[in-house]
């Protein structure tokens, strides 16, 4: 059919692309530096770090790292298989999300922090290329902005 691209292909992408920004998003609902914020509300009273700490882990520890690294995941998916890359990216965020979740202090939190721009890098680079790969040139405009 000619939607098959659709449901094949750019549906499931755009629930990954959603699993992603939701788990690089967390950590900005996760943390309260208001006066009645308590550990079991706010991961920055639970684990301890100030408001400049958070700064860096949403800086540079995941955004300048993330601009950087979508570079080398755009070379990455013009030469390896694009949905294995996705697969692993996909994996590497979910356990950089869960080694937060289990993060007992700032290091361990940045560390993973790290880990998840690394991983969410390349979702855009690759579902571009695999759409570009795949759908019709008359539907290709179409598939990526419904993307």
Do not use: H
């Not at 755009?74 to 697969?87: C, E, P, Q, S, Y």
């Not at 007992?104 to 790290?114: A, D, N, Q, T």
């Amino acid at each position: 059919s000619s939607w098959k691209w659709f449901f094949t292909l750019v549906l499931p992408l755009l629930f990954v692309y959603i699993s992603n920004q939701w788990s690089r998003s967390s950590l900005y609902y996760l943390v309260n530096f208001s006066d009645d914020a308590t550990p079991f509300s706010a991961m920055n009273v639970d684990i301890g770090f100030s408001q400049s700490e958070y700064g860096l882990l949403a800086s540079l520890g995941f955004t300048a790292l993330f601009a950087i690294a979508s570079l080398g995941a755009g070379a990455a998916a013009d030469r390896f298989d694009r949905k294995l890359l996705t697969v692993v990216a996909a994996l590497g965020w979910g356990v950089a999300t869960f080694g937060t979740a289990s993060s007992s202090s700032y290091p361990e939190v940045l560390g993973w922090r790290i880990i998840m721009g690394l991983a969410c890098a390349f979702t855009t680079p690759t579902a571009y290329t695999l759409i570009n790969d795949r759908v019709a040139k008359e539907q290709k405009s179409f598939a990526t902005s419904l993307y």
